[in-house]
C-alpha cells in the first residue's frame, strides 16, 4: 500500500496526488478528504464527478469519503487528503438506494463475480464508507451484519459527512461519481493489520 498525503485541500491538489498514484501503477485509490478544503468550492460535485468518470475510463477505481477531518500519524486535519493505493484486487459495490426492499438481492448479485473468492476467504479487508447524515444507517448495519455472517471478512470504515453543513451532502467517493445517503463497499484482497488488543 503506498500513502500519499496533501496538506493543502485544493481540488487541484487532489487531482495531482490521484495522477501520481495512478503514474505509479495503482488502479485501487481510497480517498480521505477533509472537509475544510472544499467548503468555499460550488464546483466541487461537478469536477469530483468528471475526476472519477475520466478515471473510471482508465480502469482505476477510487473510493472513500469526504470527513469533518482526518487524522495522518496522530494529527488532525481540517484541510487536505490522504491516499491509499492498493496494490491487490479490489471489488467495489456502489449503494444508492439503502431503502430499496431487494437490497440484498442486488448485493448478492454485484459479488457473484467474486463470489468463489469470498467464500475461500481470498478477500482480507472490506473498506466501508456510509453518509454520516444519511437516513438508512440501520439498514447499512443490517446489510454488513449479513455480510459478515455469510462471508469471513474483516470490516474497516466509517460514516462520511461535513461537519459545518450537517446534512446530507455528497460526501462518498464511488468509482464513477460522489454520491449522498448511501454508502460505497470496497472488498479487497489487502490484509489490514489487527489492531486489537
Known amino acids: 500500500m503506498k500513502i500519499l498525503v496533501d496538506t493543502n485541500g485544493r481540488f487541484s491538489d487532489l487531482e495531482e496526488k490521484i495522477t501520481k ?69 479490489v471489488h467495489v459495490i456502489t449503494l444508492e438506494d439503502l431503502k430499496n426492499p431487494n437490497i440484498h438481492n442486488t448485493i ?44 469471513p471478512i474483516n470490516v474497516i470504515g466509517g460514516l462520511t459527512g461535513r461537519d459545518k453543513i450537517k446534512a446530507s451532502l455528497y460526501s462518498i467517493y464511488t468509482p464513477t461519481k460522489i454520491i449522498q445517503n448511501g454508502a460505497v463497499l470496497a472488498f479487497t484482497k489487502f490484509r489490514a493489520p489487527d489492531i486489537r488488543g
Open 21 to 89: 498514484m495512478v503514474s505509479g501503477g495503482y488502479k485501487n485509490i481510497m480517498v480521505f478528504h477533509a472537509e475544510g478544503g472544499i467548503d468555499s468550492d460550488s464546483q466541487y460535485k461537478k469536477r469530483s464527478d468528471q475526476l472519477l468518470v475520466s478515471q473510471h475510463g482508465n480502469n482505476v477505481r477510487i473510493f472513500g469519503g469526504i470527513f469533518p477531518g482526518i487524522f495522518d500519524n496522530g494529527i488532525l486535519m481540517t484541510k487536505g487528503s490522504i491516499l491509499a493505493g492498493i496494490e491487490s484486487k
Open 108 to 151: 448478492e448479485q454485484e459479488l457473484a463475480p467474486i463470489k468463489k473468492e469470498l467464500e475461500n476467504n481470498e478477500f482480507k479487508t472490506l473498506f466501508v464508507f456510509g453518509d454520516g447524515f444519511g437516513e438508512n444507517n440501520l439498514r447499512l448495519i443490517d446489510i454488513l451484519n449479513r455480510l459478515t455472517e455469510k462471508y
